[in-house]
């Protein structure tokens, strides 16, 4: 379960790093279509800087391994975008149930398979 979380989230930080790059043309071609926008299309440049951003820091999480940063990825894609919320909360049951999945075999290599 984990892998497949791991190659979804790393497919989302790619679209978001491509998203990020292609909102910068945009802004700029915003402010050389239509003068007088400059304030506004400075405001917008900031959007594709921090969605750069977070891609960045969910490819480093997919790229080490490290599911709390993959987690914190998929709870910023809830809000973000439309599928991100479908793919956020299929991540984020994919690891709750790979960890109950851990937890369940921990206890009962505990309790050497006698469980209540």
Not at 23 to 48: D, W
Not at 84 to 113: D, E, M, P
Request: proline share 3%; hydrophobic share 55%; with cysteine.
């Amino acid at each position: 379960m984990n892998s497949v979380a791991r190659i979804i989230n790393g497919f989302c930080c790619v679209i978001g790093v491509f998203i990020g790059l292609l909102g910068f043309l945009l802004s700029g071609l915003m402010v050389s279509l239509f003068p007088g926008v400059e304030v506004f299309a400075a405001l917008i440049t900031l959007v594709p800087f921090i969605v750069i951003i977070l891609s960045v820091i969910g490819i480093y999480g997919v790229i080490k391994n490290n599911i709390k940063i993959q987690m914190a990825f998929d709870i910023c894609l809830l809000p973000a975008w439309y599928v991100g919320t479908v793919i956020g909360g299929l991540c984020l049951l994919f690891f709750y149930l790979s960890y109950r999945k851990q937890h369940a075999t921990q206890a009962q290599s505990v309790t050497g398979g006698n469980q209540i």
